[in-house]
Structures are given as structure tokens and as C-alpha cells.
Nanobody, 127 residues
Framework: QVSLVESGGGLVQAGGSLRLSCAAS????????MGWFRQAPGKEREIVAA????????SYRDSVKGRFTISRDNAKNTVYLQMNSLKPEDTAVYYC????????????????????WGQGTQVTVSS
């Protein structure tokens, strides 16, 4: 089992930036594809970005393309989400998630495909 702890959330004005971090512990980090999800009040949790075990294959939801960047540092057992040009509609609790993958080049984008989750970090973007 892998444990995940997010950090880096906060309050920022529209147009600003934040970098979220997710530190993993417990099992070999490089065995896991990683994802960032978010959930706004009254809405379902949605995928934001996902990255394969080797960091090469990446996916973003359309609304964050060109503004958000997911990356991972396998030496530090950490996955990041750099968020630029933030908008009020990005306000949500952001979660990182892990999924064991046999293939180094694959990832998942469905919430129910990820068995391991962090506790979440709040991101609030003011207009």
C-alpha cells in the first residue's frame, strides 16, 4: 500500500499560480501511475491530469491544457501539479491518487481506477 500526502494549496487571485505537491511513501513509487483530481462543491470529482510511471505519457483535461503541468520526480517520490493562469472555476479540493501499473507507459483517467488517495488540499481562486 502507498500513502499520499498533498500540500501546496491555498488562496490565490485569478491569474496567479500555485504548485501542488504529493509525497508518496510505503511502496516503490515507480510502480505507480499518478493522477491529480479535483472536486468542487456540489460537483463530482474529475480528473485534472495523469502521468505514467516513467513520467513520459501525460494526459490533461481540456479545461486545464496549456495552464497546468503535471510532473513527477521519482528520486523524491513526489508528483507535482504546476497551476498557472488560475481561474475562479479552478476552485476545488485537489487530490492526488496512485494506481499500480505493470506498463511504464500507461496511466488511468477514471476515478474508480485509482485505489490510493491523499487527503486533499484546498485551492481557492478569487476573482
Amino acid at each position: 500500500q502507498v500513502s499520499l500526502v498533498e500540500s501546496g494549496g491555498g488562496l490565490v487571485q485569478a491569474g496567479g499560480s500555485l504548485r501542488l505537491s504529493c509525497a508518496a511513501s510505503g511502496r516503490t513509487f515507480t510502480n505507480y501511475a499518478m493522477g491529480w483530481f479535483r472536486q468542487a462543491p456540489g460537483k463530482e470529482r474529475e480528473i485534472v491530469a495523469a502521468v505514467s510511471r516513467n513520467g513520459i505519457m501525460i494526459s490533461y483535461r481540456d479545461s486545464v491544457k496549456g495552464r497546468f503541468t503535471i510532473s513527477r520526480d521519482n528520486a523524491k517520490n513526489t508528483v507535482y501539479l504546476q497551476m498557472n493562469s488560475l481561474k475562479p472555476e479552478d476552485t476545488a479540493v485537489y487530490y492526488c491518487a496512485a494506481r499500480s501499473e505493470d506498463n511504464r507507459y500507461t496511466y488511468a483517467t477514471g476515478e474508480y481506477e485509482y485505489p490510493y488517495w491523499g487527503q486533499g488540499t484546498q485551492v481557492t481562486v478569487s476573482s
